[in-house]
């Protein structure tokens, strides 16, 4: 299967969504059930959680993947390149998954990769047209366990203040 960009609607989805107690890092609200970019056959769906504002605080999303969730950062940017391909880069500023996942980093990653590339809202014409580029500022940490990920600070350490 790949990715598809859904509607949480029905009460089962709701359940699965509201079971991980998602939280916006910004406000330290829990996140309604919305949208979610999700393969059911592959039991993942990746998720915004908040951020983005004007480009001074980085967008982050977790992406769960058969109920481990990995937690990331990243500022978006887009630009023509020689051919006049857009490119469209991801520059990762933090990559927070499970010890369990670290054997599977690199499925994990490019399961992440699809899931934008696959959901994004582009007529086929300019997904052909477009090249999709994933830089990592750091090294992907596998670290967390348990609820680490509920850590409101994971993500944007040196951006909020306390």
Known sequence: MAFVREKITTEEDKKIFNSFEFKNPLYN???NP?????DRGRNAFMIGLGGGAQNEIPECYAFVWNNNVTLFSFHQEKRRNN???MERIWNILDFW??????????ELIDMIKEAFSDTM????EKRRESIFIFNFESEPKF???GDDYKTRDILFGGYLEN
Do not use: F
């Open 97 to 106: 998954a499970p010890k369990c996942l670290a054997e599977q980093g690199n």
């Open 83 to 85: 051919a006049g391909q």
């Open 34 to 38: 919305g949208y979610w970019r999700i």
């Open 29 to 31: 609200e829990l996140i």
């Open 121 to 124: 809202m582009l007529s086929e």
């Open 143 to 145: 670290v967390l366990e």
